[in-house]
């Protein structure tokens, strides 16, 4: 599949690495599919495009590379 975006043009993305959130992300219920798409090889984090509006992405990392010791914390 073909994704439209305004910071890479057009990106070419196999159909099983869309992400889909059936109720969008917080403030975008209308954007409910997305890619990961890598900044660069020796980038620390990746890009979370939006495949439904070309302008929307959003910089997400691996926390432990900046925290080593980071842990999500558990809400049982």
Known sequence: MWIQTTRFGDVEVDDQRVLRFPKGLLGFPSCKHYVLLEAGEDAYFW????ADRPAQAYDVNDPTLLVPHYRVPNRE
């Open 47 to 50: 890009w979370l495009q939006s």
